[in-house]
């Protein structure tokens, strides 16, 4: 073994850009919590997030059920990765989230009446949710399958976190409660327009707003610092 | 079966419960294509035409499926259907009109991701209208949905010219601009007969 040339240990094989395969990081999970989040960095799936945030438990639900779609198609994707036709790997995407929309929308109907009726249509329409055929497209249909289970998750509790954000905040203003619990005394007026549609757009748009000037503080804040190191 | 008169559904669909602002489906190319109004119109014709479509096979495809008992592949069926149909516009779009194809770019074929066309068929689903309804519900649908994006593009067409501050420009101002859209499609929520 002497003769060998000295091996550096930290290079990795030469990375085909057309058949990556990503080895399994911390950041395969966080990246969709926060850096590359569905809503808030991709703009991705608004219909949910406006439409079934108008109250936290609304938006918990949403979230899980979207979470459990994810999870499932990615994996099915990945595992079929080699034998779904490049020509119509889009209509089978669509066709294996279709079936398990169908099993969520069964599954919700049996265990909570209740957030059944107050989800409505919604449930299925998690069918034509832009994350979903996103990140099969995009991900599971190039990747093993444990990639794709723990970043479909983060993903998915990304979205969640997003809806709980859009949907507390919609209820305390809206509504004076959070979780079905009073949170002010008798004397509080509900804001009512927040749990109407109208609401749902300027909360969102708050949330935005609050990202866009945060990032624009920060790069503010590396430009002086760039420009003290520059000055000496 | 709904007992709804031809008109109420018609202003119902396109107004009251506008599809957009109301029941907040097709966020996405309400988004992303109301920049210009031409393109913005464009979009919504071809949105419109494809909700017709996939209305009326809809229709024909639950009948078939009560008939055969088969309810729970209603949601594989429907989004094939849409999917079918706007393969059609595409290819319709492409030969007849290569600039407009352009244009509407990656949004033609996202018309398939749409939930107004799915969020359509199954609302016409559960409210169990009759054939002509289900086709009045859909042009309806699609008048809300161009009136809708014609508003806002002509709104975001405004802006261009205007000095707004950097943090707020961008997706942060058009959803602002949405929801005063939103709040003054409320005032018509008293001609409503009901929900969806």
Redesign the interface.
Known sequence: MTDSPPKTPSAPAPADPFNRQETLTADTFLRGLWQENPVFVM??G??PV??VTNSAINAIGMGLATTFVLLGSGALVSLLRHWIPKQVR??SY??II??F??VV??AIHAISLELYASLG?FI??I????II?GRAEAYASKQRLLPTLVNGLGMGLGFTLALLSLGSVREILGNGTLLGHALFGEGFQPWL?MV???????V???W??LF??LK?RRERRILEQAGVAAHG | MANESLPLIFLNAAVVNNFV????????PF?GTSAKKETAWNMGLATTFVMVVSSVSAYGINWLLVELQLE?LR??CY??II?SAVQLVEMFVKKYSPALFRSLGIFLP?I????AI??LA??QT?KEYDFIQSLVYSLGAGAGFILALMLMAGLRERLELARVP???Q????S??L???L??AF?GFAGLGASHG
């Open positions: 703009l991705l608004m219909c406006l439409a889009i209509a669509i066709v279709a079936t929309v169908t929308d069964y249509a299925q329409l069918v034509v949710n832009c055929l327009v109407l549609p109208p609401g749902g757009f300027f969102l748009g708050a935005l707003l866009a000037w624009q | 602002l109301a029941l907040f489906l097709g966020i996405c988004l729970f949601l594989i989004i094939a999917a996202l398939t991701t749409n939930c799915l969020g199954l609302f559960a950097t943090v707020s961008g997706a942060a101002m959803l602002m949405a929801g005063l939103s709040l409320m």
